[in-house]
C-alpha cells in the first residue's frame, strides 16, 4: 500500500538529492586520458573521499585549496582554477572533469598545457586574453604563495612581471593575446615557460 503522496514526493527529492554522481566507465576514462585503469581508481578513491557526492562545488574546491597553502590565501586562485576545470560552467566539477585536466597538466603534450593554462587566464572566455585577465590570474598566485614564500616581494611585483610578459606575448600590440600569440610566446621564451611550469607546480 503506496503512502500518502506528498510524504512520497518529499522522500523522493530527498533520494534525488543524496544521488551520488557515478564516472563514466573506466575504460572510456582511460581511452580518453593519460592514465592507466589502476591509476584511475586510485584517483576515484582519493576523489570520492574528498567528494562523497562524487562532485565538487567551488566552496570545497576552495576549502582543499586553503588546506594545501596555509599562509597565503587560495581563495580567488582557487576560483579561477574551478572556473578552468568546470569546463561546462555546470557549477560544479565531475570526476571526469577532474582527471581530464589533470591528464592534461601531468603528461599531456607541451601543446596541451598551454593550451589548458591559456583556457584559464581566459577568464571571460572571450577567446583571449588581456592585460587585466593576466594580471588577475598572477595576483592571485602571489596571494596564495603568501608572504613566507616571498618576504622580498614589493606590492608592485606582479604588476612588473605582468607587463613584462604581455609586451613579450602580445607580438602584433593590439592589447590582446590570442591563442597563437600564447603558443608562440611560450614556446620561444624560455622564461615565459619556467614560470609557466612554477604554475603547474600549484596544481
Known amino acids: 500500500m503506496p503512502s500518502p503522496l506528498v510524504p512520497d514526493k518529499i522522500e523522493d527529492e530527498l533520494e534525488m538529492t543524496m544521488v551520488c554522481h557515478r564516472p563514466e566507465g573506466l575504460e572510456q576514462l582511460e581511452a580518453q586520458t593519460n592514465f592507466t585503469k589502476r591509476e584511475l581508481q586510485v584517483l576515484y578513491r582519493g576523489f570520492k573521499n574528498e567528494c562523497p557526492s562524487g562532485v565538487v562545488n567551488e566552496e570545497t574546491f576552495k576549502q582543499i585549496y586553503a588546506q594545501f597553502f596555509p599562509h597565503g590565501d587560495a581563495s580567488t586562485y582557487a576560483h579561477y582554477l574551478f572556473n578552468a576545470f568546470d569546463t561546462t560552467q555546470a557549477g560544479s566539477v565531475k570526476f571526469e572533469d577532474f582527471v581530464t585536466a589533470l591528464s592534461i597538466l601531468l603528461r599531456g603534450t607541451v601543446h596541451e598545457k598551454l593550451r589548458w593554462t591559456f583556457n584559464l587566464y581566459d577568464i571571460n572566455k572571450d577567446g583571449y ?75
Open 129 to 203: 586574453i588581456n592585460k587585466e585577465e593576466m594580471m588577475d590570474i598572477v595576483k592571485a598566485i602571489y596571494d596564495m604563495m603568501g608572504k613566507y614564500t616571498y618576504p622580498v616581494l614589493k606590492e608592485d611585483t606582479p604588476r612588473q612581471h605582468v607587463d613584462v610578459f604581455f609586451q613579450k606575448m602580445d607580438k602584433n600590440k593590439d592589447g590582446i593575446v590570442t591563442l597563437d600569440e600564447f603558443l608562440e610566446s611560450c614556446q620561444e621564451d624560455d622564461n615565459i615557460m619556467r614560470s609557466l611550469q612554477l604554475f603547474q607546480n600549484v596544481m
